[in-house]
């Protein structure tokens, strides 16, 4: 899809502030820093809408992006940092959990995992979990473009093993400066919606 119209429609923390509507949501689910503003960036062809930051555990609530007037874009609180309290983390976990499990507009959730290193025990339990549900979900490994060419093939086989992928699940290697897995993304999600 090519976007020319995106709107951040609303930081939500609970259900009551959601969009209405039936329009289909699409969730970004990751570690912090992980690269979810970055992915959403190029998938909205923006340079920084959503917000990037080097500080983990910036983004605190469920930002929805409206994109073409056709479905949203929500990017979920990241997950693995420690410099936020245990309250705080069982807040977050809470509103996570209401919102993938609870949401009918919700059609399916990437998973982004940091295809430079072994995806963690915290990926692991997210994509189990997202199973789980049933919820339908693309692994994207992100920041691939910091890998040997050589070494694509090795990092896409040990998220394959680390997750549990099956041979039909879903998964893209994304590059931001080159774009790179920006289409299959795309298809993906068009697909679903």
């Not at 969009?19 to 289909?24: F, T």
């Amino acid at each position: 899809m090519e976007v020319h119209n995106v709107e951040l429609t609303i930081s939500a923390v609970q259900a009551a502030q959601y969009p209405k509507g039936q329009q289909p949501e699409i969730a970004f689910v990751g570690r912090s820093n992980v690269g979810k503003s970055t992915l959403t960036n190029v998938l909205i062809n923006r340079r920084n809408y959503a917000h990037t930051s080097s500080q983990p555990g910036k983004t605190q609530t469920l930002n929805f992006y409206h994109v073409e007037d056709q479905l949203y874009f929500v990017d979920v609180p990241g997950y693995g940092f420690a410099k936020v309290s245990k309250k705080e983390r069982e807040r977050f976990g809470q509103m996570i959990e209401a919102y993938l499990t609870q949401r009918q507009q919700l059609r399916g959730v990437i998973q982004l995992v940091d295809a430079r290193h072994k995806p963690t025990d915290d990926d692991v339990t997210m994509y189990n979990y997202l199973k789980y549900y049933q919820l339908p979900t693309l692994v994207v490994g992100t920041k691939s473009d910091k890998l040997k060419p050589s070494q694509l093939a090795k990092s896409k086989k040990l998220i394959q093993q680390t997750l549990g992928l099956t041979k039909k699940a879903p998964l893209v290697m994304f590059a931001a400066p080159s774009k790179k897995g920006k289409d299959a993304v795309w298809q993906w999600i068009e697909k679903l919606c």
